[in-house]
């Protein structure tokens, strides 16, 4: 998430009056479009999540501040107005049928001595091929003489959207009523959109296979805002899709068509962890920092419970970094320990305590990942630790490996 900040130095304008927030009556599209309106199609709208969660703080001399959520803002104002010139308008998912995509991202800044709040957005239309049909930026403005005007960037959004949406339809063929009748909304195909780059990677993490089945387990919170899921296998891209979720235990089942030759085994849960008992995490950390091949830690189980003594929960002192959220954590056994979750925010953390924590980080324990697969009826394999032999670190690398793999978050 990215903060854009201001420090006021003169509250020139800390008085005055709000501007009035537009009412969606009085959007009107432009009188010199030719098209009728609204175009008898779908639109759906992408706002990248980065850009969805944004926040613009404004700093004012008394030390307060003001926060403007201006990436809500802007969702608000281009549904808003959307909807004056298309016959329907969606949020876009990858199974969204539609005619039409449009992407938006912008910027926001406010001139303190003029009372100007400004936007531009930069704005990319695609057909249901992912072909890009136009891209293009605008910039409004709103004044008001009220430092705290949180109608002011509202405002300046939908004049934006409007002007753009003004332009692109007056000026595109695309848009006449005989090809809108013609054309069926369908939904973007994940090639099409990665093709043509307008989904963007927002996060990764890793994942492992539990059958051959092509099932994964990872993380609730590594897929749970992914507009698509994709999974980075032996250097192969290919498409997956949530099948079951919880977000109170932080985990998720995912499908793809792969059908992997190995798959992991968890340690049967009428087994307990030991205290002390050495554990190995296989991932992929800080995605296009470190190698895009699997990286391997090893440590120890520090504690049988978690935060606040969560027992569905382990601590351990094997180090994770960002990207690692999902994949497995194993024993000496090479059998699943359970699914790697977190790790303590130590900069956090010591705003309380005056002391950064060393290496403290979480896992879910297997038993509570078998309990969720058999509540959703899926198909993994147990075993207890005595029908398993001790094995070497390369040794289960070399195995964990193989149903190892990266997920890639898009949107």
């Known amino acids: 998430m990215i903060f854009r900040t201001i420090f006021l130095l003169f509250l020139s304008l800390s008085t005055g009056c709000a501007v009035n927030k537009v009412d969606n009556r009085d959007i009107q599209p432009s009188q010199a479009i030719e098209t009728t309106l609204p175009v008898n199609?779908?639109?759906?709208?992408?706002?990248?999540?980065?850009?969805?969660?944004e926040k613009f703080f404004v700093y004012h001399g008394n030390g307060s501040r003001t926060r403007f959520h201006t990436g809500l803002k802007l969702e608000e104002a281009s549904f808003n107005v959307a909807k004056k010139y298309f016959k329907k308008v969606e949020r876009f998912s990858n199974e969204?049928?539609?005619?039409?995509?449009?992407?938006?991202?912008?910027?926001?800044s406010l001139s303190t001595y003029w009372g100007v709040y400004k936007t531009t957005i930069t704005a990319s239309l695609y057909?249901?091929?992912?072909?890009?049909?136009?891209?293009?930026?605008?910039?409004?403005?709103e004044k008001s003489s009220f430092l705290h005007d949180r109608n002011a960037f509202y405002n300046a959004y939908v004049d934006s959207v409007k002007s753009y949406l003004d332009n692109v339809i007056q000026n595109n063929d695309e848009f006449n009523a005989e090809r809108s009748k013609k054309e069926k909304p369908k939904p973007i195909s994940f090639e099409n959109s990665q093709e043509s780059k307008f989904l963007e990677l927002s996060a990764t993490g890793s994942g492992f296979f539990i059958n051959n089945n092509g099932y994964i387990v990872t993380n609730q919170h590594t897929v749970g805002d992914c507009l698509a899921v994709s999974a980075n296998y032996n250097g192969v891209q290919t498409d997956v899709f949530v099948i079951a979720s919880d977000k109170d235990i932080d985990i998720a089942v995912l499908k793809t068509n792969i059908k992997p030759k190995k798959f992991a085994t968890f340690l049967d849960s009428k087994y307990e962890p030991r205290l002390g008992e050495e554990t190995i995490t296989v991932g992929f950390p800080l995605h296009?920092?470190?190698?895009?091949?699997?990286?391997?830690?090893?440590?120890?189980?520090?504690?049988?419970?978690?935060?606040?003594g969560n027992e569905s929960f382990l601590q351990i002192s094997t180090p994770v970094q960002p990207g690692n959220s999902g994949g497995p954590l194993i024993n000496g056994n090479g059998l699943i320990h359970g699914v790697v979750q977190s790790k303590l925010d130590a900069i956090s953390l010591a705003a309380f305590t005056g002391d950064i924590a060393q290496n403290i980080n979480f896992a879910i324990k297997s038993g509570a990942v078998i309990d969720f697969l058999k509540k959703n009826g899926v198909k993994f394999s147990a075993k207890a630790p005595g029908r398993t032999t001790k094995k070497s670190i390369p040794d289960i690398a070399d195995e964990a490996t193989k149903y190892t793999l990266q997920l890639m978050c898009h949107g």
């Open 41 to 53: 199609a779908t639109l759906a709208i992408y706002i990248p999540n980065d850009e969805l969660n």
């Open 127 to 141: 057909n249901s091929n992912g072909k890009l049909i136009d891209q293009s930026s605008v910039t409004e403005s």
């Open 288 to 308: 296009g920092i470190l190698s895009n091949k699997p990286t391997l830690t090893a440590g120890n189980i520090s504690a049988l419970a978690g935060l606040e």
């Open 96 to 108: 969204t049928p539609l005619n039409y995509l449009l992407k938006l991202e912008s910027e926001v």
